[in-house]
């Protein structure tokens, strides 16, 4: 299973951007699909889900500015950034895992059992 983020990159406060995720190896539209976050010395945030039949799931610190989406056909996932802040600056990772069911659970949890991972593309907000 290999899954490619991209799409970071250097952005002001208030600007946008749109990461995208492409995976293989699975069966992707039985997965729920996660963009996670991290900063240096900081633990990884679990930032948004998405479900095998659509429904997301977010962090409160990104409701309403980020929306994640999923493209079956493409096999691809995606985290819309929009009104960015300086404290979304940090290293995005996509992840993958079979639907359990449970994204609205794991939203609330430090550290939920995603079992695969993207290599991370960093997002650089700067005033």
């Known amino acids: 299973v290999q899954l490619q983020a991209s799409g970071g990159g250097l952005v002001q406060t208030g600007g946008s951007l749109r990461l995208s995720c492409v995976a293989s190896?699975?069966?992707?539209?039985?997965?729920?699909l996660g963009w996670f976050r991290q900063t240096p010395g900081e633990a990884r945030e679990f930032v948004a889900g998405?479900?095998?039949?659509?429904?997301?799931y977010y962090q409160d610190s990104v409701k309403g500015r980020f929306t994640i989406s999923r493209d079956n056909a493409k096999n691809t996932v995606y985290l819309e950034m929009n009104d960015l802040k300086r404290e979304d600056t940090a290293v995005y990772y996509c992840a993958e895992t079979y639907d359990k069911g449970l994204l609205r659970l794991w939203i609330r949890q430090p550290n939920p059992p995603f079992d695969y991972w993207g290599q991370g593309t960093l997002v650089t907000v700067s005033s």
């Open positions: 998405i479900a095998w039949n659509g429904n997301a």
């Open positions: 190896g699975r069966t992707f539209s039985r997965d729920a």
